[in-house]
T-cell receptor, first 113, second 114 residues
Framework: KAGVTQTPRYLIKTRGQQVTLSCSPISGHRSVSWYQQTPGQGLQFLFEYFSETQRNKGNFPGRFSGRQFSNSRSEMNVSTLELGDSALYLC????????????FGDGTRLSIL | QKEVEQNSGPLSVPEGAIASLNCTYSDRGSQSFFWYRQYSGKSPELIMSIYSNGDKEDGRFTAQLNKASQYVSLLIRDSQPSDSATYLCAVNVVSNFGNEKLTFGTGTRLTIIP
């Protein structure tokens, strides 16, 4: 069974640009969550999507947005990039979300110059 | 108070000894608890889940849960150098949206000394 697939693996952008990250969950998993991981802050929850609807949202500015498609694939978009957005962005999927275990993809490492 | 707290370490343990990792949480309604292992430069990998009070064993790993004390721990027996990693504790909490989400601790960095 294929795991969670995130693309691209690495991305370099400049301030002010926007970026879109993609996540394909494990087959059959309907919940997709996104996290930002930095050395100082650890794993910070961005949002969760289930059946194409945002079900949970963390404390990030509106520049961070996402969506989920009918096949459960999800995308995350960050607009007007700032230096502080440099981080590892992780996607995790689970069958139904909530209190179920999540399985992570390899992540997208985003660097802002 | 943070929702999930872990000692950041580093925790150094001799090879072959027992490594003990601890985690406390603040939401008394939490029902699901997970331990993830993260190697440097890699993504978190689920290694244990526990839902009931008591111990749950899987190979060299034992998860312990005490809901009354709001405490969950992970024991690693016969520690190996390959166990050197950061261990993340995750707990389900009810978010402001009224739905459950996993909240992670900041992790404990474990080093096994040969």
């Amino acid at each position: 069974k294929a795991g969670v697939t995130q693309t691209p693996r690495y991305l370099i952008k400049t301030r002010g640009q926007q970026v879109t990250l993609s996540c394909s969950p494990i087959s059959g998993h309907r919940s997709v969550s996104w996290y930002q991981q930095t050395p100082g802050q650890g794993l910070q929850f961005l949002f969760e999507y289930f059946s194409e609807t945002q079900r949970n949202k963390g404390n990030f500015p509106g520049r961070f947005s996402g969506r989920q498609f009918s096949n459960s694939r999800s995308e995350m978009n960050v607009s007007t990039l700032e230096l502080g957005d440099s981080a590892l962005y992780l996607c995790a999927s689970s069958l139904l979300g909530g209190n179920q275990p999540q399985h992570f993809g390899d992540g997208t490492r985003l660097s802002i110059l | 108070q943070k929702e999930v707290e872990q000692n950041s370490g580093p925790l150094s343990v001799p090879e072959g000894a027992i490594a003990s990792l601890n985690c406390t949480y603040s939401d008394r309604g939490s029902q699901s608890f997970f331990w993830y292992r993260q190697y440097s430069g890699k993504s978190p990998e689920l290694i244990m889940s526990i839902y009931s009070n008591g111990d749950k064993e899987d190979g060299r790993f034992t998860a312990q849960l005490n809901k009354a004390s709001q405490y969950v721990s992970l024991l690693i027996r016969d520690s190996q150098p390959s166990d050197s990693a950061t261990y993340l504790c995750a707990v389900n909490v009810v978010s402001n949206f009224g739905n459950e989400k996993l909240t992670f601790g900041t992790g404990t960095r474990l080093t096994i000394i040969p």
